[in-house]
C-alpha cells in the first residue's frame, strides 16, 4: 500500500517542499517546489524570524495542497550548516592506577565530550543547563605519557591525553523548526539532519564501513559529514560555497549577482557564455575564458572544503569523495578538491537524484544535486526517523532527540552530568622534601560511580530506550594518602653487615623537621625528612657503638726522642669479605668485616728495632760456678715513667733512651752476682787467676772467661 509524504528543506536561500509516494520501498517525487525566503529569515541555517519562515512554510503548503491534498504533518532536516563541531583533549593522571578497561575509556571520551560541550557555552549561566544535543563525536587520538598510540586498553603510565571532534545541535535550532511549523498548522512527523539525510540516499548502511566523505554544496556553506566504522563519525560546516564563484564573476565581468548566478550556470550547458555587465553591454565569452576567470576561487573553495575534510577526518585524506547541492556543480572542483585530499579523480564526484536507489520521479522535476538533500530528508523521515526519547536520570526527567542509537553517556550529557561525578575524588596527597627532593604521594584512587539502568547494571555505553530510568550512584572517595619513613626511604638504605661474627641492620639516621625519629614514624604532609646512610666501614662502626674499634686501625706510630716512628706491624689489618680493605671503602648489603689486633710491641722490641742495648749480660765460670753477670746499659722511659723491657708500648707513646752504665766488665764484678767470700778462717796468700794467667781485681773480663781466686794457706808455725 503507497503512502504520501510530506517533507520542507529549510534553507538559508529558499525553502524546498517536496511530495513522495512510498510503495513497498519505492519512492517517487511527485512534485518539488521551492520558494525563496521574501527577507533574511535564515540566519546560518537557524531561524531567525518565525513569522516569516512560518508565512513561507505556509504557502508551499497551500500550493501543493491544492495538487495534493491535505497535509497535517511534515519531515523537516536541521541544516548541517547549523551544527558546531568543536575539537577538545581531556588529560589525566594515571600514576599508580589500575590499568585502563573500556568503561574508564569511554567515560574519559565522555569527560573530552563535555569539555568541548563547556567551550560552546558562551554564558557561565548557561553552564546549569546544556543547550546542545549532542549528535556525534569521534576520537582524534589518545596519548600516553605523550606519545601517540592505538588504544589506551590495557595501558599503564603516568598520563593519558584524548582528544575528540564533536558536533552539537544547538537546541534553538529545533524549537524554532516547531514554533515555524506550528503557525503553519503543521505537526513535525519527524527531524532529520541534512547531511545524514543526503548519507542515508546516497551512501547504504553496507557502505558505510567505509571513510567517506559527503560534501552538501549550497550557496553560502558546504556542509561536510565523514562516514567511517559503519556510522556518521563527524560533521562540519564551511562559510564558503557556490555564492563565492558567483561573485567572482560578478567582480570580474562587472555583472549584477543575479546575472553573474545566470553566467554561472551556462557554464554547464554552452560553449560559449552570453554576459551583459551593468553598463547594458552584451557580450560573448568563450567558456575556457570564464573558468580562468574563476579558477582562483574554485581553487579558494577547494582548499577550504578539503582542509575541513581533512580536520574532521583525523589528519587524514578519507577513501572518497561525494559531492551534492547546487555548488558541487561548480567546474573543475572535482579536480582541485582531489589535488587538495591527493585523491585520483575516480575517488571524487558529483552525485544527483539520479544516484538515489528505487526513486523515480515525474518528467518536469531536474536529476539535479541541489535535489538530493530534500529528497534525502522525505526518505530519511519514513526510513529512520528521529524519536523524541524521554528519560529520567536520578529521577530527573531528560528530553533528547534519538539522532543516533544513544547510550547512558548521551543521557549523561542531556542531563549535565559532570564526567568528573562518574568517580569518587582521588584522597589528599602528601607533599614532602626527602634529601632536598621534593616528592608527592598521591592519596588512594576514587572507587567509579555505578551505573544502574532500570535497576541492572550498566555502563555509560549501555544502549538506551525512551522510558529507561538511569540511576548514578556516586563514587567513593579515594582515602588520604598515609605512609611511614620505612615506606618512603629507599629499602637499599638498610644494611645487614657482619663485624667479627655479630651480625647488625643498620638502619639510616632519620630527621623529620630536624627532630630524629624511627622508620616507623608516620609522614605528615610539608614534612622535611632527611637521612644518613652507613656508607663506609668507619660509618658501620660508628653506627654500631664500635668507635672504640677505630683507634686499632690508625697507623701504629710512636715518637722517639721526638721522631716519629711508623711500625705498620703492629697496626690492625682490616678484612672485608676476606679482601684487604680501609676505614674509607664503601660497604654494601651482607658484607663481612674482620679485623685482627697483633699484640703491642714490648720495649725491648721497640729497642731491638732501634739496635739500642737496654742489658749488657755475660756469662763466666768463677770458683767452679757458672755465673750470669747483668747490667743495664740503657733506660728506657715511656711517656716519661722508666719501664720495663717487657713492657707493652702503646700507640701514639713517647719514648725517651737514656744512658745508664756503658763501662766494661771488670773481675771484681763477679762478687756482685756471686756468693762466694773468703773463709773467716782463712789465713795465707791468694792468687787472682783469668783464664789461667794472674790477674788483679780491675783486670776486664768478658763472657766465657774462666775466672779462679785460688788460696795459699800459710804454713802453721811450730
Not at 223 to 247: F, H, L, N, Q, R
Not at 321 to 329: A, I, N, P
Request: with cysteine; aromatic share 6%; net charge negative.
Amino acid at each position: 500500500m503507497s503512502s504520501k509524504l510530506f517533507a520542507l528543506d529549510i534553507g538559508t536561500r529558499s525553502v524546498v517542499g517536496i511530495i513522495l509516494e512510498e510503495d513497498n520501498d519505492h519512492f517517487h517525487v511527485q512534485d518539488i517546489l521551492v520558494k525563496e525566503h521574501k527577507e533574511r529569515a535564515m540566519v546560518d541555517g537557524q531561524i531567525h524570524n518565525v513569522m516569516y519562515v512560518a508565512e513561507l512554510i505556509n504557502e508551499i503548503k497551500q500550493e501543493l495542497e491544492e495538487k495534493h491534498g491535505p497535509l497535517s504533518k511534515v519531515s523537516v532536516a536541521a541544516a548541517g550548516r547549523s551544527l558546531k563541531t568543536e575539537q577538545a583533549s581531556v588529560t589525566i593522571n594515571i600514576r599508580n592506577r589500575p590499568i585502563f578497561t573500556e568503561e574508564d575509556i569511554s567515560r574519559l571520551e565522555l569527560q573530552a565530550v563535555q569539555q568541548a560541550q563547556q567551550q560552546l557555552l558562551q554564558h557561565k549561566e548557561d553552564t546549569k543547563t546544556s543547550h546542545y544535543y549532542c549528535v556525534g563525536y569521534s576520537v582524534l587520538y589518545y596519548r600516553l605519557d605523550g606519545e601517540e598510540i592505538g588504544s589506551l586498553l590495557d595501558q599503564q603510565g603516568d598520563e593519558a591525553q584524548i582528544e575528540v571532534i564533536a558536533t552539537f545541535l544547538p537546541r534553538v535550532v529545533v524549537e524554532s523548526l516547531i514554533a515555524a511549523l506550528k503557525r503553519a498548522n503543521l505537526e513535525m512527523d519527524a527531524l532529520t539532519l541534512e547531511p545524514i539525510a543526503a548519507i542515508n540516499v546516497l551512501i547504504p548502511p553496507t557502505m558505510r564501513r567505509l571513510n567517506v566523505a559527503l560534501v552538501d554544496i549550497g550557496a553560502g556553506t558546504s556542509d561536510i559529514a565523514i562516514t567511517d566504522k559503519s556510522t556518521v563519525v563527524a560533521y562540519g560546516m564551511v562559510p564558503t560555497a557556490g555564492d563565492e564563484i558567483t561573485e567572482a564573476l560578478s567582480d570580474h565581468y562587472l555583472l549584477d549577482f543575479p546575472v553573474a548566478e545566470e553566467a554561472k550556470r551556462q557554464l554547464h550547458c554552452s560553449e560559449e557564455i552570453l554576459i551583459q555587465d551593468i553598463l547594458g553591454f552584451n557580450q560573448y565569452y568563450p567558456k575556457e575564458e570564464v573558468l580562468t576567470a574563476i579558477e582562483p576561487a574554485v581553487k579558494q573553495l577547494a582548499k577550504a572544503i578539503g582542509e575541513e575534510i581533512l580536520r574532521l577526518n583525523n589528519r587524514t585524506a578519507p577513501k572518497a569523495v561525494m559531492l551534492v547541492g547546487g555548488g558541487s556543480l561548480t567546474p573543475n572542483l572535482t579536480t582541485e578538491i582531489g589535488l587538495v585530499l591527493d585523491l585520483p579523480a575516480n575517488r571524487i564526484a558529483v552525485r544527483g537524484v539520479d544516484a538515489i536507489q528505487n526513486l523515480t520521479k515525474e518528467a518536469h522535476i531536474k536529476a539535479s544535486p541541489e535535489l538530493v538533500t530534500p529528497i534525502g530528508i522525505a526518505i530519511a523521515a519514513k526510513k529512520m526517523p528521529i524519536q523524541y526519547m524521554s528519560l529520567t536520570v536520578n529521577e530527573q526527567i531528560v528530553r533528547l532527540f534519538e539522532l543516533k542509537e544513544m547510550t547512558v553517556g548521551d543521557a549523561f550529557l542531556a542531563a549535565n552530568i559532570r564526567a568528573k561525578q562518574l568517580y569518587g575524588k582521588p584522597g589528599h596527597g602528601l607533599s614532602i622534601s626527602v634529601n632536598g627532593q621534593d616528592i608527592f604521594i598521591p592519596g588512594g584512587h576514587g572507587q567509579p560511580a555505578q551505573i544502574l539502568v532500570n535497576g541492572q547494571q550498566s555502563s555509560t555505553k549501555t544502549i538506551i530506550k525512551t522510558g529507561d530510568a538511569i540511576q548514578l550512584i556516586e563514587g567513593q572517595d579515594g582515602l588520604p594518602a598515609t605512609a611511614t619513613i620505612r615506606d618512603i626511604v629507599d629499602q637499599a638504605v638498610i644494611k645487614t653487615i657482619t663485624i667479627q661474627e655479630t651480625k647488625y641492620v643498620i638502619e639510616p639516621k632519620i630527621t623529620v623537621n630536624g627532630a630524629s625519629v624511627s622508620m616507623d614514624a608516620l609522614v605528615n604532609d610539608r614534612d622535611i625528612i632527611a637521612y644518613e646512610i652507613a656508607e663506609t666501614v668507619e660509618d658501620v662502626f660508628t653506627s654500631t657503638n664500635n668507635t672504640h674499634i677505630l683507634k686499632q686501625f690508625e697507623s701504629y706510630v710512636i715518637y722517639v726522642d721526638g721522631k716519629p716512628l711508623y711500625l705498620p706491624a703492629f697496626s690492625a689489618n682490616l678484612l672485608i669479605n676476606g679482601k684487604p680493605g680501609k676505614l674509607s671503602y664503601a660497604v654494601q648489603h651482607n658484607d663481612t668485616i674482620t679485623f685482627s689486633q697483633p699484640s703491642l710491641p714490648t720495649v725491648q722490641r721497640i729497642a731491638d728495632h732501634l739496635n739500642v742495648l737496654l742489658e749488657d749480660k755475660i756469662i763466666v765460670h768463677f770458683q767452679q760456678e757458672l755465673l750470669e753477670l747483668r747490667k743495664t746499659t740503657n733506660e728506657v722511659l715511656v711517656n716519661q715513667a722508666v719501664v720495663s723491657p717487657l713492657s707493652t708500648v702503646p700507640n701514639g707513646a713517647t719514648v725517651s733512651i737514656q744512658e745508664k752504665d756503658r763501662s766494661p766488665w771488670i773481675y771484681q764484678d763477679v762478687f756482685r752476682f756471686s756468693n762466694w767470700q773468703l773463709p773467716t778462717t782463712f789465713k795465707g796468700n791468694f792468687t787472682i787467676l783469668r783464664n789461667g794467667q794472674p790477674a788483679t781485681f780491675d783486670t776486664e773480663i768478658f763472657g766465657g772467661d774462666q775466672l779462679e781466686i785460688v788460696l795459699e794457706e800459710a804454713p802453721l808455725s811450730l
